[in-house]
C-alpha cells in the first residue's frame, strides 16, 4: 500500500513523537506518526517533569489534564540509603514554580502518554498509525519515503525520527553502539494502600543513595499509587552475557540492598521482579540532521535516567523545532537551526547524567565524606545547581 501525502512523518509514538506532532499541528502543519506497537502506550512506572517539560505542556495547552491526574511533590529530597540520614532538599511547590514559570508534576507514564495522545487524536493534522514498525527511510530532496516491515510505504515531506534508543532513523547519522551502564533498574507503581505507613511523607520525591545502587519514590496519579524505581551496579555483568538476562537478576538486588536502612528494604520487598530494564545511554553526536530528516528525543540524545531529564530534554527538542518551524521559511531550515541550538544543550544534559550517576554511586569513603558534606549544607532553597537543567525556557533562546 502506497500513501500518498504532503506530510512530516514522525516515526514514533512516545512521549517525543506525540509532543512533536502536537507542535506541528499547533502551525497548522499536517502530521502522521507511525508507532511501531499494536497500541500507543507507556509502560507501567512513573515520570518526574521539570519545569523545562511543563512549560512546554503549558505552551501547548495541556496542562489542566495534567493537573487532574499529577501530584505536585513539595521537596526532592536525597538520602542515605543506608544510615537513612536525610542528605540534602530542594524546595518545590509554589517558590518553584515561581522560579522556573511552571510547577515539577510527578505522574504515571501512560497518563502522560493519554492526555498527550488524547490532543493528538482531537487535531484535524495528525494522524496516528499503529503497527508500522519503520525499517526503512529515504531522503529524495523532493519527497521522504518511508517504509514499514508490514510492507506499507508512506510518502512526506520530511522525517522526525522520535523512535528511541534503539532509532532506526538514526542509523541514518551514525552507526554507534548503545553504551551498557552495567546498572539495572527495576520499577512499577503499586496502590500506595498496599505499601502501608512506612514511606515517610507523601508529598516528596525521595531518592536514596549508596555506593553502586539508588531507589527512588514517589507517588502518581493523585497519590492513589506509589512508584518505586530500583537500580544498581550488577556485579555479575560480562559483555559476553549482556544480550541475556543472567546479570542485574532480582537475586543479585537483595544481595546488594542488604545493610540498607528498614524504609529502604521495606520498599525493595514490594518492587516487582518479573522485568528488569538493563540502563544504557549513548555518546552524544554532533549530527542530528541531514536533509529532510531530523532526530528528537531518545533517538537523538538516550541519557541515563539519574538526572530525571530524558523526556525533559525531549519535551525541549520539541518545543524549540515547533519555534523553529514557525520563524523559518522552510522545514530543512528548521530543522539545521534545531540541531544547532539542540545538540549542545542535550549533549550537556546528556553527559551530566553520567558524572550525576557517578555522584550519586560513589564508592570511596573519601568521596561520600564530601558529598555528604557538601549536600548537608545546602540550602532547600539553593537551585544553582538545578538552574541549569530546570530553568530553560524554548521562548528566551
Ligand atoms: C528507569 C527510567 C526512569 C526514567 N525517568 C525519567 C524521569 O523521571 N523524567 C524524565 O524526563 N525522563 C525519564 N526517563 C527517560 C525517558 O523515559 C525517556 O527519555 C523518554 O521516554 C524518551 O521519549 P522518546 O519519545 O524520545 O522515546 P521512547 O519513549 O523510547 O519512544 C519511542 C517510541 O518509538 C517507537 N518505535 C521504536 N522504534 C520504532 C520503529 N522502528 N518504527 C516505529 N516506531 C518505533 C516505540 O515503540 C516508542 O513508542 C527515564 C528512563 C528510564 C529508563
Keep these: 500500500m502506497m500513501v500518498m501525502n504532503e506530510k512530516i512523518i514522525?516515526?514514533?509514538?512516545?512521549?517525543?513523537?506525540?509532543?512533536?506532532?502536537?507542535?506541528?499541528?499547533?502551525e497548522k502543519k499536517s502530521v502522521?506518526?507511525?508507532e511501531q506497537a499494536p497500541e500507543f502506550g507507556e509502560v507501567g512506572a512513573g515520570i518526574q517533569l521539570a519545569a523545562n517539560a511543563t512549560n512546554v505542556l503549558q505552551d501547548l495547552g495541556v496542562m489542566d489534564k495534567i493537573k487532574e491526574i499529577g501530584v505536585f511533590p513539595n521537596r526532592l529530597v536525597l538520602m542515605d540509603a543506608f544510615s537513612g540520614e536525610e542528605l540534602s532538599a530542594l524546595q518545590l511547590g509554589e517558590v518553584y514554580e515561581k522560579r522556573y514559570g511552571a510547577?515539577?508534576?510527578v505522574l504515571h507514564r501512560s497518563d502522560l502518554h493519554k492526555v498527550l495522545y488524547d490532543a493528538c487524536a482531537e487535531s484535524e493534522y495528525i494522524e496516528l498509525v499503529t503497527n508500522q514498525q519503520v525499517k526503512n527511510v529515504v531522503d529524495e530532496g523532493e519527497r521522504v519515503i518511508v517504509t514499514s516491515a508490514n510492507g506499507d510505504v508512506?510518502?512526506?515531506?520530511?522525517?522526525?525520527?522520535?523512535?528511541g534508543i534503539w532509532s532506526e532513523v538514526r542509523k541514518q547519522f551514525v552507526q554507534d553502539e548503545a553504551v551498557c551502564s552495567e546498572y539495572v533498574?527495576?520499577?512499577?507503581?503499586?496502590?500506595?494502600?498496599?505499601?502501608?505507613?512506612?514511606?515517610?511523607?507523601?508529598?516528596?520525591?525521595?531518592?536514596w543513595i549508596g555506593p553502586n545502587l539508588h531507589l527512588v519514590q514517589y507517588p502518581v496519579r493523585k497519590g492513589e499509587l506509589y512508584n518505586q524505581v530500583v537500580v544498581f551496579k550488577s556485579e555479575s555483568y560480562r559483555p559476553?552475557?549482556?544480550?541475556?538476562?543472567?546479570?542485574?537478576?532480582?537475586?543479585?538486588?537483595?544481595?546488594?540492598?542488604?545493610?540498607?536502612?528498614?524504609?529502604?528494604?521495606?520498599?525493595?520487598?514490594f518492587i516487582q521482579r518479573q522485568r528488569r530494564w538493563p540502563?544504557?545511554?549513548?555518546?552524544?553526536?554532533d549530527t542530528w540532521t541531514k536533509g529532510n530528516i531530523a532526530l528528537l528525543g531518545d533517538a537523538a540524545h538516550p541519557m541515563l535516567q539519574y538526572l530525571a531529564q530524558g523526556a525533559c530534554q525531549a519535551f525541549e527538542d520539541a518545543a524549540y523545532l515547533t519555534q523553529q518551524m514557525k520563524e523559518k521559511a522552510t522545514v530543512q531550515d528548521a530543522f539545521e537551526a534545531y540541531a544547532e541550538e539542540r545538540i549542545p544543550r542535550a549533549s550537556f544534559v546528556q553527559t551530566s547524567a553520567r558524572v550525576w550517576g557517578e555522584i550519586i554511586h560513589a564508592e570511596a569513603p573519601e568521596t561520600i565524606l564530601l558529598r555528604d558534606t557538601i549536600m548537608k549544607s545546602r540550602d532547600s532553597l539553593d537551585f544553582t545547581y538545578i538552574d541549569q537543567f530546570h530553568g530553560y525556557k524554548v521562548e528566551e533562546k
Design 240 to 269: 559476553e552475557i549482556e544480550q541475556t538476562d543472567q546479570w542485574g537478576t532480582p537475586e543479585e538486588m537483595d544481595t546488594v540492598f542488604t545493610g540498607t536502612c528498614d524504609r529502604v528494604q521495606h520498599a525493595i520487598s
Design 103 to 105: 510547577p515539577y508534576v
Design 10 to 26: 514522525v516515526v514514533g509514538g512516545g512521549i517525543g513523537g506525540l509532543t512533536i506532532a502536537l507542535g506541528i499541528a499547533k
Design 279 to 285: 540502563m544504557y545511554d549513548r555518546n552524544p553526536i
Design 154 to 163: 508512506h510518502e512526506g515531506t520530511s522525517i522526525i525520527g522520535a523512535d
Design 185 to 207: 533498574a527495576y520499577r512499577g507503581a503499586i496502590p500506595t494502600k498496599e505499601i502501608g505507613n512506612d514511606i515517610g511523607n507523601l508529598d516528596d520525591v525521595y531518592m
Design 32 to 34: 502522521i506518526v507511525l
